[in-house]
Nanobody, 124 residues
Framework: QVQLVESGGGLVQAGGSLRLSCAAS????????MGWFRQAPGKEREFVAT????????HYADSVKGRFTISRDNAKNTVYLQMNSLKPEDTAVYYC?????????????????WGQGTQVTVSS
């Protein structure tokens, strides 16, 4: 059974940084792409970033490009999201997800397993 556990959320001022982590267990981590999504109050869940099994292959939502960096450590079964220059509009619950496939994807339907989410709040 796959388990994804996020950590690292919190309250930060605009312009600040946070690093989210997601520890995975239950199946061969390195075989699958990983993604981060977020959901703000009253809004639908949206794609943030994804990284393929091949660490060099990443993709970002336009809203976070240049500010956020996704990475993974296959030896530790962990994926990270480094968030810099945070803005109030980044406030949301952030979810880690594991894809059904090895290639990265922005489509939530391609993800089979989800974490419980971690709250990120950016104050102005």
């Amino acid at each position: 059974q796959v388990q994804l556990v996020e950590s690292g959320g919190g309250l930060v001022q605009a312009g600040g940084s946070l690093r989210l982590s997601c520890a995975a267990s239950g199946r061969t981590f390195s075989n699958y792409a990983m993604g981060w999504f977020r959901q703000a109050p009253g809004k639908e869940r949206e794609f943030v970033a994804t990284i393929a099994w091949s660490i060099a292959n990443t993709h970002y939502a336009d809203s976070v490009k240049g500010r956020f960096t996704i990475s993974r450590d296959n030896a530790k079964n962990t994926v990270y999201l480094q968030m810099n220059s945070l803005k109030p509009e980044d406030t949301a619950v952030y979810y880690c997800a594991q894809s059904k496939y090895s290639s990265n994807s922005w489509d939530h339907r391609d993800y089979a397993h989800w974490g419980q989410g971690t709250q990120v709040t950016v104050s102005s």
